[in-house]
């Protein structure tokens, strides 16, 4: 087993540099590098205090067995929500997508429907346009989309996306989870 590639693997997905890991374990930057490239070996305590920073358990660790995870889903998978009295239906592509990084969904609208309105965040959103038109506000600025085309903002005000269609509209968002 590759422990030191194992620990650089674990600190990336936790989004830390080796200063951030070493800070956190009272260990040097220096250690750290030396560690995932397999010139060092840490002591127990060091090594426990690593584990626990990145949130894994010993046993966990050095469990062989490849966790797959889930790449591909299916309609079976989704969520719908409909909310009546905004005339909008969301559709989750992914379970769980809440939690990561990234939340794809589709977003129907009926005629005269407007999805929620969003406080400020850092959230990047992106749609396409699969069907209608659509109107979207970020604070007092109003933008406008047709079948086809791509939407982009960074949501640093209060932003809402209305249908702009005399029927139905439908497009494919993608947010990122970053909050204020």
């Not at 050095?62 to 559709?91: G, L, P, W």
Request: glycine share 6%; proline share 3%; aromatic share 12%.
């Amino acid at each position: 087993m590759d422990i030191g590639s194992k620990i650089k693997n674990l600190r990336i997905q936790k989004n830390l540099t080796q200063e951030e890991l070493g800070e956190r374990t009272d260990l040097t930057k220096g250690y750290i590098s030396q560690l995932e490239r397999n010139l060092s070996s840490p002591s127990m305590d060091s090594f426990f205090n690593i584990l626990e920073v990145l949130g894994t358990t010993p046993r966990d660790f050095f469990n062989e067995e490849a966790k797959d995870q889930k790449v591909v889903y299916d309609e079976s998978d989704r969520t719908i929500y409909f909310d009546e009295e905004k005339q909008y239906q969301v559709e989750w592509l992914v379970p769980d997508s809440n939690e990561n990084e990234m939340e794809p969904i589709f977003l129907t609208m009926e005629k005269a429907g407007e999805f929620k309105e969003f406080a400020p965040s850092l959230s990047d959103t992106f749609g396409y346009v699969l069907e209608g038109e659509v109107c979207v506000e970020i604070g007092l600025r109003r933008y406008f989309a047709k079948e086809g085309e791509t939407i982009y903002y960074r949501a640093t005000d209060s932003h809402q996306i209305k249908n702009n269609h005399s029927g139905q509209s439908r497009l494919l968002i993608v947010a990122t989870d970053s909050y204020l």
